[in-house]
């Protein structure tokens, strides 16, 4: 695969900070976040030429984005429909906005009030914007089959009945991203330590997922700037590469109940083809940044990333592998789970910070390549290998 994604730099990132009750709008925390990442990057709002906005219904559209950042003309935007996985996607369109010239700078932003504007399960809103809303509306939700927590945890139940995964190795997973976010003052579980006995012991939500099997709800604002090598070069910060990205969807995106093979995904298609656009393999990777709605997707998603065979990543997670100072850390920020829910873009600006050596105590030695996951909807998935300016 030709690899033109080399010549894209990820020059800035900024975030607000990260709360239960923002009393902030969404436009008011994506432009926030923006204004973070321009002077981040030292250069002006008005020099963004390009816009991918956040995908909720209830977030800032380009044009709110446009009007707030006084952008001067606003060449292109689109949104990446993947759910969770369109963070990571959305650095794909950037590329191709700024290989084929049409772009200067884009920006990349997801905000969103998690926390203060959930008003209870709105299962109806929530199926209607999924793929295959008619199976849902009509033969799913009527029974209460209504949540991701329900539908994820059919896979990560059909897991541990095919190759023993255990509780205690999902514990591993909650236990690390908790230990992370212990040495970042950013997250919101910061100070506040997790013990495998607490974690067994927290109250179930859908078998096998407990509470802290759970990502947590924010409110707040992560961004990214992206622009051309050689604009990157005159910029602030040394440029952190797309080296490879990758979308990809699992055989049958609509469906899950239906599908031959469970645990295939579209991080199983989308993660081989930004590895060999970077003309890399999961052994060369530093850390890993993994889409950690819920602990076992961390499992699944190293697994069909080829970090270990399907089936082992259990043992993976449970040998210490996963915690800065093992062979591949994850989440260094503490993900989802303990920093922030962010829908992935916080992952992001983490791998852009462990790339310039920004992290202090939880700085993962000698970082020169970090692979970014996202998950979404039933199953998309999307794969970026970030390359630091000393690789």
Known sequence: MKNWSSDVCIVGVGQTDFTRGSRRSNITLAVQAALAACADAGI?????????PPHQGTSACAEDLMANLRIRELKYSTI?????ASAVASLQSAALALVSGLCNYVLAVRARNGYSERTGANADFLIGVLPGSQFRRNFELP??????????????????????????QLGRVALA???HANLNPHAQMHAKELTMAQYLA????????????????????????????DRARKLRHLPVSLAGIAE??????????????????????????????????????????????????VIQQLEESSFCPRG???RFVSGGNIEIGG?????????????????????????????????????????????????????????????????
């Open 44 to 52: 002006d709002s008005s020099e963004i030429d390009g816009v991918l």
């Open 80 to 84: 990446a429909y993947l759910g969770g």
């Open 143 to 168: 029974y209460g089959f209504s949540a991701p927590v329900q539908w994820y945890s059919l896979m990560a139940k059909r897991h541990m009945e095919e190759f023993g995964t255990t509780r205690e």
């Open 177 to 179: 991203m908790r230990k």
């Open 202 to 229: 927290s109250r179930p939500i859908s078998e096998p997922y407990h509470l802290l099997d759970c990502c947590l709800e924010t409110d707040g604002g992560s961004a990214v700037i992206l622009t051309t090598r």
């Open 248 to 297: 990809g969807h699992s055989e049958s995106p609509d469906d899950l109940v239906n599908r031959r093979d469970w645990l295939s995904i579209g991080l199983t298609r989308a993660a081989p083809r930004a590895f060999d656009m970077a003309g890399l393999g999961p052994q060369d990777m530093d850390a890993a940044m993994i889409y950690d709605c819920f602990t076992f997707e």
């Open 312 to 314: 082992e990543g259990g």
């Open 327 to 391: 062979t591949l850390p994850v989440n260094t920020h503490g993900g989802l789970l303990s920093e922030g829910h962010l829908s992935g873009m916080n992952h992001i600006v983490e791998a852009v910070q462990q790339l310039r050596g920004q992290c202090g105590s939880r700085q993962v030695e000698n970082a020169r390549h970090i692979f970014v996951s996202g998950w979404g909807d039933l199953g998309d998935g999307s794969a970026a290998v970030l390359r630091g300016a000393k690789a």
